[in-house]
């Protein structure tokens, strides 16, 4: 049989009596909770002359929210690059086709080689919805000819990728 609430006594069930495989219902979560945690990794050089956003391959994932009132964190990080000249790196997060945050990387470099820094984009998303959404990092190169790029480092000391992450808060 089961038992229902009135045929509990107050503080009966203890976490200790709780199996380790139960769940607990989303419904059931408080404000602020974490629903969940969804990311996408890159772990190979991007680059791009493009002076139109473009899709960074590899950094794109989908996340079905929980409840219509769910707010969406959703943040870009990585090690941003450009060749050697001035110019300007713009990297965004897309909601489908909707702008969840913008951000810029200036350079100005001259003598050649490589200028890095760290990419950070962040956003809180309030998509309303339930159904599937599709999060992707998009980049672009403002002059359209030194490349703008994600740089990853592979080495026996450094294990360097980029991410997209997107985590629901209920």
């Known amino acids: ?3 229902n609430t009135d045929q509990l ?21 408080g404000t602020g909770a974490v629903a969940q945690m969804q990311f996408a990794k890159r772990t190979s050089d ?23 009132s769910s707010k969406i964190l959703v943040f ?3 090690r941003s690059g450009a060749a050697a000249g001035s110019n300007e790196i713009r990297w965004r997060i897309l909601r489908d086709s909707t702008t969840v945050n ?6 100005s470099v001259s003598g ?5 820094a760290s990419i950070f984009c962040l956003g809180v998303d309030q998509p309303s919805s339930t159904s599937s959404l599709t999060y992707k990092l998009q980049g672009l190169s403002e002059n359209g000819s030194d490349a703008a790029r994600i740089v990853i480092a592979n080495t026996s000391e450094v294990n360097q990728h980029a991410y997209l992450v997107g985590i629901e808060i209920r």
Request: glycine residues 8%.
């Open 1 to 3: 049989g089961s038992v």
């Open 9 to 29: 006594a107050a503080s009966a069930v203890t976490n200790a009596k709780i199996a380790t495989a139960a769940a607990i219902a989303t419904s059931k979560l």
């Open 46 to 68: 991007f680059s791009t002359t493009s002076n139109s956003y473009v899709d960074v391959s590899s950094l794109t994932f989908t996340l079905t929210p929980t409840s219509t």
């Open 76 to 78: 870009a990080f990585g």
């Open 102 to 107: 913008a951000g810029r990387d200036m350079f």
């Open 112 to 116: 050649g080689g490589v200028y890095s």
